[in-house]
């Protein structure tokens, strides 16, 4: 209750902020996006992480008005991207099933985006399989709302769900963000070689993206770019930074 509290005046203070991963082209090096992943700054905690304080946002309902900020400041940052000739940087925004099947969440992502004036192909939600497991009629009705405005859809954590693959064929998917408990012991591991291998040949047959999350380390890379991985994100290329710090690495990498 008192974690509550006091998130409901983190909204209040501004105290959140948006750190943002790169997201690139493995053969390339090139950035093809960015995932937008909340901080809170505590005054006196320091920065906490979202593991901390999610589960509590998600069960006092706060995750709504937090999540129409987040979404209002990523948005607002992909306009300043596409602004600065980034337009190709696709920014991802995680969303969890209590938005999702908020009443008004179509409505209030159809004003941020004509407030910012942010073109929908440019933003990519990023939702856990564990979220469509709870999947209700609202929250999939949302989502092919949102895919048909040209929003794209990317199952985050792949693989570590109940891994039922039928929601694959109910959901507008565009990306599937392979999770990094399977990049983890590669290149050395046989099983995780032989599931990424996997993913990977299902999601390229089925036109998916696939975002590889967790690359730590050089033969990890190597051996994703081998097995037809085209996207990666993790440690190896760049930490969630804060977004000045993203702009100057962007500039620089051009
Ligand atoms: O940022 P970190 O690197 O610690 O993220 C931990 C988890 O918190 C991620 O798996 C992600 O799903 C979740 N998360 C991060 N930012 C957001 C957000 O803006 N909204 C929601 N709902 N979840 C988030
Ligand atoms: O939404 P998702 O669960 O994918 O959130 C990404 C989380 O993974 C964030 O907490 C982010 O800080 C973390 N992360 C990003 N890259 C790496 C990495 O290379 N290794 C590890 N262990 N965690 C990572
Ligand atoms: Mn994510
Ligand atoms: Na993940």
Redo the contacts with the bound molecule.
Sequence with gaps: LRLERELRLALQNHEFEL?YQTQLDMQTGRVVGIE???RWNHPERGLV???EF?PAAEDSGL?VPI?QW?LRAACQQAKNLYKAQFKHVKVS????AR?LSDRDFVSDFKAVVRDTGVEPEQLVLEV?ESTLMADTQVALAHLHALRTLGVGLAI?DFGTGYSSLSYLKRLPVTCLKVDRSFVQHLPADDEDRAITTLIVAMANSLNYRVVVEGVETEPQWAFLRECGCHFGQGYYFSY?VPVEQLMVGLLEAQ
């Excluded at 925004?93 to 969890?96: K, M, R």
């Design positions: 750190y937008a992943l909340l992480p979202p593991n999610i995750i999540g987040v925004i995680n969303v969890s938005q856990t985050d969630p």
